[in-house]
């Protein structure tokens, strides 16, 4: 029995290093805390394939959509911070301190930053049939039409609810929003002519704007973009505050090792340089993080300058968040 003892106490100790070196020993899951279909999913999806070549595990997406990703972010605070259930969010990780008074979950301290992944720019569209010819078009009809106006989100904390909030703050006129657990599924409402609007990434929208199946009036960027070509930046339609770069990066929950995070951050390194990656981001109206910025450290830098950048902006526009 002594024996039997030592013999597990020996065998633990020599594991539990090896453990870490040889991390990940299993399937390791990307929760993404919107509906399947919509740009977040097809970033987790682009670089899970990619990640797992260099994890040489099977990385598998999850999406726990709903309550503007609030959801999905508690699910993973409250995981095992074991490195084998992560999260990739966006810049709702910055405006949901902001945005909302009481979470399950702490939102900045229950998460490790692993890495930055893709700055996304947005862009305002419309359904098909619209009858706005220009983005000046589009403000004329907004004004008339105020809370008439069916403006699509995916929840308070989404990205396209803050860049609905900032065009009706800008405009100071007041649509009404209409919530869904991500922009997947709100795309098919406005295809489906259901709802008039939305400001959503172009990981969602460049397709469809290129099949002519919406309509777009301008990209939320300063300068143009090589696959939208022809989209003026809201700086040339004359509204250069609508300026958002929607930017992603994976969480592990706190406390996760260290040596777990460095792991994750070199796959995710080796993703961003993945040619499939770039070329699909590419078409997609996007691109890969650069390797030094896909750390935890830049990571955090950016996200705490984000928190301290919208801060003041949605305390202002507060009366239009929703
Ligand atoms: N892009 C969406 C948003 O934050 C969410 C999603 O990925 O569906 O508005």
């Given at each position: 029995?002594?024996?039997?003892?030592l013999?597990v106490a020996a065998?633990?100790?020599?594991?539990?290093p090896a453990?870490?070196q040889?991390?990940?020993?299993?399937i390791?899951?990307?929760?993404?805390p919107f509906?399947?279909?919509?740009?977040?999913?097809?970033?987790?999806?682009?670089?899970?394939?990619?990640?797992?070549?260099?994890?040489g595990q099977?990385v598998v997406?999850?999406?726990?959509?709903g309550a503007?990703?609030t959801?999905?972010?508690d699910?993973?605070?409250?995981a095992r911070p074991?490195?084998y259930?992560?999260l990739?969010?966006h810049?709702g990780?910055a405006?949901?301190p902001t945005?909302y008074r009481r979470?399950?979950?702490?939102?900045v301290?229950?998460f490790?930053?692993i890495?930055?992944v893709?700055?996304?720019?947005?862009?305002?569209?419309?359904r098909?049939?619209?009858p706005a010819?220009?983005f000046?078009?589009?403000?004329?009809?907004?004004?008339?039409?105020?809370e008439n106006?069916?403006?699509?989100?995916a929840?308070l904390?989404?990205?396209s609810q803050?860049c609905?909030?900032?065009?009706q703050?800008l405009?100071?006129?007041?649509?009404t929003?209409?919530?869904?657990?991500g922009?997947?599924?709100?795309?098919t409402?406005l295809l489906?002519?259901?709802?008039d609007l939305?400001c959503?990434q172009?990981?969602?929208t460049?397709?469809?704007?290129?099949?002519?199946?919406?309509?777009?009036?301008?990209v939320t960027?300063p300068?143009?973009l090589?696959?939208l070509p022809?989209?003026p930046?809201?700086a040339?339609v004359?509204m250069?505050?609508?300026?958002?770069?929607i930017w992603?990066?994976l969480?592990a929950p706190?406390?996760?090792?260290?040596?777990?995070?460095?792991?994750?951050?070199r796959?995710?390194?080796?993703?961003?340089?993945?040619?499939?990656?770039?070329?699909?981001?590419a078409?997609?109206g996007t691109?890969?993080e650069p390797?030094?910025r896909a750390?935890?450290?830049?990571?955090r830098a950016?996200?705490m300058?984000?928190?301290?950048k919208?801060?003041?902006?949605?305390q202002?526009?507060?009366?239009y968040?929703?």
């Amino acid at each position: 029995m002594i024996r039997r003892t030592l013999l597990v106490a020996a065998l633990s100790a020599l594991a539990a290093p090896a453990q870490a070196q040889t991390y990940p020993t299993r399937i390791v899951t990307i929760v993404v805390p919107f509906a399947a279909g919509g740009p977040t999913d097809a970033v987790a999806r682009l670089i899970s394939e990619a990640m797992a070549k260099d994890l040489g595990q099977t990385v598998v997406v999850e999406n726990a959509g709903g309550a503007g990703g609030t959801i999905g972010a508690d699910r993973v605070a409250k995981a095992r911070p074991d490195g084998y259930t992560i999260l990739l969010h966006h810049i709702g990780m910055a405006t949901i301190p902001t945005l909302y008074r009481r979470l399950p979950y702490d939102p900045v301290n229950a998460f490790a930053p692993i890495g930055l992944v893709t700055p996304v720019p947005m862009t305002v569209i419309a359904r098909k049939d619209h009858p706005a010819a220009s983005f000046t078009d589009l403000i004329a009809w907004i004004r008339a039409t105020k809370e008439n106006v069916n403006l699509g989100n995916a929840g308070l904390g989404a990205a396209s609810q803050l860049c609905g909030t900032l065009l009706q703050y800008l405009l100071q006129t007041p649509m009404t929003a209409v919530p869904f657990r991500g922009t997947g599924p709100a795309m098919t409402e406005l295809l489906g002519g259901r709802i008039d609007l939305m400001c959503d990434q172009t990981t969602n929208t460049t397709e469809q704007i290129r099949a002519g199946a919406v309509k777009v009036y301008a990209v939320t960027v300063p300068e143009r973009l090589a696959a939208l070509p022809d989209v003026p930046t809201t700086a040339e339609v004359g509204m250069p505050d609508l300026a958002v770069t929607i930017w992603h990066g994976l969480y592990a929950p706190r406390n996760t090792p260290e040596a777990v995070i460095a792991r994750l951050s070199r796959a995710l390194q080796a993703a961003l340089k993945d040619e499939k990656v770039i070329g699909r981001f590419a078409e997609l109206g996007t691109m890969p993080e650069p390797a030094e910025r896909a750390t935890p450290e830049a990571h955090r830098a950016h996200w705490m300058a984000e928190i301290a950048k919208w801060r003041p902006v949605l305390q202002a526009a507060n009366q239009y968040a929703d």
